[in-house]
């Protein structure tokens, strides 16, 4: 007869990295970097990731590699014996993708607390990179330390090629601070299906003169879809072609922000602030 009633693990807490999910080599290296990053600053914490994209889950199955979504992600830590998850999402704006967390983490809080259902602690959702008011300076930065053009006549086009979900206001407001940051204007945000877009991007290029231009993925984690819709050459439509027939010479930025330390280290940023304000990850 099986006596006592168990003993729970030692936990020190979680952090779930949320992504929407790439196949592509670049991508998955940003977010094994990033783990290990967490993994550093929290040696004792457990680091796991999930992918938003069911698409991409289901291509990464028929590689026989199985990524959860985020509710799997999340419940497989509570199942564990993690009290304290932090969840981080690798998200720029606090778009439609970072608000479908929110029904999640909220059902399961429901949940937390010494005579809850579960009886775990509670699960904390981190920022995005775009949150409070001094992100947007914090960001605006360190992108300018990463592209800032060397000539006058040159531009940086930084392209989300996915649609923000709504947060294109996110978007609009980054534009203003890095026009008050990088004078002249060259540092450029565009939309693939949103605002501002093309046609917008072009008409500040023929106002500031630029000549050339360097297409920029504004996404973390790059995946096919932002190569395809910068430079495909299947794509007649996409940007860089677009440009050359207005007579631009462009060049295409290989690298997703989330490959650069700066921008790794102000997510690193969001997920202390969020743990210390519940005293998480100690």
């Known amino acids: ?30 977010i094994d970097s990033c783990v290990k990053k967490i993994q550093t600053s929290y040696p004792k914490a457990e680091v796991a990731y999930s992918f938003t994209s069911e698409p991409v889950r ?12 985020p509710l799997a992600a999340i419940t497989s830590l509570l199942d564990k014996g993690h009290s304290q998850v932090v969840v981080q999402p690798l998200f720029i704006t606090s778009g439609a993708r970072y608000h479908e967390l929110y029904p999640i983490i ?9 005579h809850g259902a579960v009886g775990f602690d509670g699960i904390l959702i981190s ?22 053009p060397k000539a006058k006549d040159e531009a940086v086009v930084l392209v989300s090629p996915t ?9 609009c407001q980054l534009q203003m601070i890095l026009d008050d940051i990088c004078q002249g204007g060259q540092i450029i945000i565009g939309t693939v299906n949103g605002y501002p877009d093309f046609e917008k991007v072009k008409n500040r290029l ?12 504004l996404t973390i984690v790059p995946g096919i879809h932002a190569w395809i819709e910068l430079s495909g050459d ?9 440009l050359e027939s207005i007579g631009c010479s462009v060049t295409v930025e290989t ?16 997920l202390k602030r969020t743990a210390e304000s519940h005293n998480f990850l100690k």
Do not use: C
């Not at 299947?234 to 677009?242: F, I």
């Open 1 to 30: 007869m099986m006596k006592g009633h168990g003993k729970k693990i030692e936990s020190h807490g979680a952090v779930l990295l949320v992504s929407i999910g790439t196949t592509q080599t670049e991508g998955r290296a940003v």
């Open 234 to 242: 299947a794509n007649n439509q996409s940007w860089q072609k677009r």
């Open 106 to 114: 909220t059902t399961l809080n429901e949940l937390a607390g010494a």
């Open 58 to 69: 289901l291509v990464l199955r028929e590689q026989n590699e199985y990524i959860q979504g």
């Open 163 to 171: 649609a923000e979900g709504g947060a294109e206001p996110a978007l």
């Open 255 to 270: 690298k997703g922000l989330g490959e650069y330390d700066q921008i790794m280290e102000l997510f690193m940023d969001r």
């Open 206 to 217: 023929s106002h500031i003169g630029a000549k050339k231009v360097k297409l920029v993925p």
């Open 127 to 148: 920022s995005s990179l775009l949150m409070n008011p001094e992100d947007y300076v914090e960001t605006a930065k360190a992108i300018e330390s990463i592209y800032s």
